[in-house]
């Protein structure tokens, strides 16, 4: 591998892809457009050409009320012949000359059967200007003859006329059907080719959705299961693009940040050993320490000087001061190794909280602070480990009298169904809610100056978070800067099985 990026140069990048389905996107769009604007184009055609065949059945119409007009006309003349009637008919003879130009100029498909109107008219009006002259020369017996031929021709035009106003009409109708069916045409290809976009944008869709969003949510849920401390399975993105690399660069860090814990645990071994170790070690002589002074401020030794008295009282307070401070290492050492087991049985909620309470009651006295015990009478027995529990809840009270210096300390018991709250409550300077989390880790202290005044390991809270979650439960606080602080842990009232630590 080099930089990690095998195998990925040769595959189209993300940014290709995305460029790639947003211009199919456009592609779609711009088909649409295009076929909408054919089939406008096409319906604007036939809509014209409806347009068209509606001037031309007027005009056809006009032609056929024109010649009607006439051949009335000519037929009145004839009927009752005198020089007005008769120069009436012949001006309207020689007008329909006028009406065919017309229509020849509105529509020229038809130019065949307009000859034939033409030329049927033209014999009607030789025959008919024929009669007028014949009758006008006072010839009215050759002007009935030549009369009856009028019939048969006016007969003929009137069935021309009738014919072109009806073959227009027929081309009206089947221009407004083809309308028809050029729209339903048009809507249902606009209908079919938006259809097939949208299907192809859903197909597009989900194809851009496996190839960004599963991978990333993939990258996603192994990113997790790194920050929970699970190093142990790779993220498998198929990928060949850039999330292919982001998840091939995961795995290569996730590795490293594995062979890293690995090297921590094994430090943290090794000084959870060292300090199990040196605290056993430091306790022997330790304890031979606290001994031989007790022995000598009994008197065992015979009646030590009061000049010697003083001395040898601070080197037994501050030797138990360090005995506890060896202790708690020792404990917090053997949880972080997993070698400490609770003892469970049975026990009393209200002995447990009267040891506590006579192992501190001195301390409080010392600083004259109120010490107050609120248990409920009647509590049925827990089951749990004891000494654990009372050895929590002293450290609990031991920092709250160290750290006030006026009012009282009050500790309460509440049954909550199947648990058990204890809660320790003080009058001191409070703590800031910025520092209340890390308070529970271990040598973690408030960095303020009373808490350099006052000392510490820090190691005693930390000790009371462990003890609490090997019974199952959870400890937090309340408070706030000036307002004093309440420290409270909830424990399973009867613990059948020492909780998994993680």
């Not at 130009?101 to 033209?122: H, I, M, N, P, T």
């Not at 520092?435 to 350099?452: G, L």
Request: proline share 3%; aromatic share 6%; glycine share 8%.
């Amino acid at each position: 591998m080099k930089d990690g990026r095998v195998g990925f140069e040769s595959r189209p990048s993300l940014r290709a892809k995305l460029l790639m389905a947003f211009l199919i996107i456009e592609v779609l769009l711009v088909s649409v457009g295009v076929i909408g604007f054919l089939s406008l184009r096409e319906a604007d055609q036939q809509t014209n050409r409806v347009v068209a065949l509606q001037h031309k059945i007027e005009a056809y119409r006009q032609v056929q009320h024109d010649t009607l007009r006439q051949l009335h006309g000519v037929s009145s003349a004839l009927a009752f012949p005198n020089e007005t009637t008769l120069a009436s008919a012949l001006r309207q003879i020689n007008q329909f000359g006028y009406g065919l130009d017309r229509v020849s100029f509105v529509e020229k498909d038809e130019l065949a059967l307009l000859d034939q109107v033409r030329e049927e008219y033209g014999r009607f009006i030789a025959v008919g200007s024929h009669v007028i002259d014949l009758i006008r020369n006072g010839r009215a017996a050759e002007a009935k003859q030549s009369e009856l031929a009028l019939g048969p021709l006016a007969d003929k035009l009137e069935r021309s006329t009738n014919q072109l106003v009806n073959r227009a009409e027929a081309d009206m109708i089947a221009g407004i059907d083809a309308s028809r069916q050029t729209y339903a045409r048009s809507q249902m290809l606009v209908a079919a080719v938006a259809l097939a976009s949208f299907v192809l944008t859903l197909v597009l869709g989900h194809a851009i959705s496996r190839s960004v969003i599963e991978p990333v949510r993939i990258i996603h849920d192994g990113l997790n299961r790194i920050a929970a401390g699970d190093f142990t399975r790779r993220i498998e993105v198929p990928n060949r693009d850039e999330l292919g690399e982001l998840a091939a660069h995961v795995n290569s860090t996730c590795e490293e940040l594995q062979q890293l814990y690995r090297s921590l645990e094994e430090a943290s071994r090794h000084k959870s050993q060292f300090l199990a170790n040196m605290s056993h070690e430091l306790r022997t002589p330790l304890n031979a320490i606290l001994g031989f002074s007790e022995l000598l401020l009994d008197g065992i030794y015979g009646d030590p000087p009061d000049k010697m008295r003083s001395p040898v009282e601070r080197i037994q307070r501050n030797g138990r001061h360090l005995l506890g401070l060896i202790n708690d290492v020792l404990d917090l050492s053997k949880i972080e190794a997993g070698q400490l087991r609770l003892s469970l049985a049975d026990y009393s909620v209200e002995e447990l909280v009267s040891g506590v309470y006579t192992s501190v009651e001195s301390l409080a006295a010392e600083k004259k602070l109120g010490l107050r015990v609120a248990v409920p009478t009647g509590l049925p027995p827990a089951r749990g480990d004891e000494r654990r529990l009372a050895q929590a809840l002293f450290n609990l009270v031991g920092n709250a009298i160290k750290f006030t210096d006026a009012g009282e300390i009050r500790i309460e018991v509440e049954a909550k169904g199947d648990f058990y709250k204890f809660s320790v409550q003080d009058t001191g300077p409070g703590i800031d809610e910025a520092d209340q989390t890390k308070i529970f880790e271990e040598f973690q202290q408030v960095d303020n100056s009373i808490t350099k005044t006052k000392g510490g390991s820090g190691l005693g809270l930390a000790i009371v978070k462990r003890i609490v979650e090997m019974h199952g439960g959870r400890i937090w606080i309340e408070s706030r800067l000036g307002h004093g602080a309440t420290f409270s842990f909830l424990v399973p009232a009867r613990l059948e099985q020492q909780a998994t630590q993680t």
